[in-house]
């Protein structure tokens, strides 16, 4: 069975960093083709997608977002952890990590998300 | 970077009824579109892949169609179970885009 989980802090103060990991199990980030994305939604509002990390090591960002945003693998502890620096009230949200399968390029496993508040 | 504009934002129907949500792509997209469903107060799901092939265990009713710039989610019999919002998403390269939403309810 693939699960993710999502865990970090639940409050964080204005322009601290947020550091969120994602653990999972049932799959290996060391497998060809796998992918594992971070996405958020703030209270209400749409889907955003921030960061990939490939089973290669290769990582993509969100455009607005990539100057914040940096994502890294523990492959042996099979996780994957998204820091975000110099949050903002803006930011918060719920976070989600998923994963991306080899045979089609859609989020087909979700993390249950962490609600994250950016608030002094 | 990609722009996915969803229509209508919101949507109210009866059960029975057959409901089509449509997205349109900034540019050609191929088929590369993805739909989600997120229930009130649940984590997003996948209901359809590469613009119209049925993710696993997803009820038949729902169907995906389309290619280029412009896609269409349909529900051929609504059930009061897919109150729901509906989010489609590019994923022909990243950065990867979603739509705003559209927010279903029963009439």
């Known amino acids: 069975q693939v699960t993710l989980k999502e865990s970090g802090p639940a409050l964080v103060k204005p322009t601290q960093t947020l550091t969120l990991t994602c653990t999972f199990s049932g799959f290996s980030l060391s497998t060809n083709g796998i992918r594992v994305s971070w996405i958020r939604q703030p209270p209400g509002k749409a889907l955003e997608w921030l960061a990939r990390?490939?089973?290669?090591?290769?990582?993509f960002y969100n455009t607005s977002l990539k100057t914040r945003l940096t994502i890294s693998k523990d492959t042996s502890k099979n996780q994957v952890v998204l820091t975000m620096t110099n949050m903002d009230p803006v930011d918060t949200a719920t976070y989600y990590c998923?994963?991306?399968?080899?045979?089609?390029?859609?989020?087909?496993?979700w993390g249950q998300g962490t609600m994250v508040t950016v608030s002094s | 970077d990609i722009q996915m504009t969803q229509s209508p934002s919101s949507l109210s129907a009866s059960i029975g009824d057959r409901v089509t949500i449509t997205c349109r792509a900034s540019q050609t997209i191929s088929g590369y579109v993805n739909w989600y469903q997120q229930k009130p107060g649940q984590v997003p799901s996948l209901l359809i892949y590469s613009a119209s092939f049925l993710h696993s265990g997803v009820p038949s009713r729902f169907s995906g169609s389309g290619s280029g710039t412009d896609f269409t989610l349909t529900i051929s019999s609504l059930q009061p179970e897919d109150v729901a919002t509906y989010y489609c998403?590019?994923?022909?390269?990243?950065?990867?885009?979603f739509g705003q939403g559209t927010t279903l309810e029963i009439k």
């Open positions: 990390i490939d089973w290669d090591d290769d990582k």
């Open positions: 998403q590019q994923s022909y390269s990243v950065p990867y885009t």
């Open positions: 998923a994963r991306m399968p080899p045979w089609h390029d859609a989020f087909d496993i």
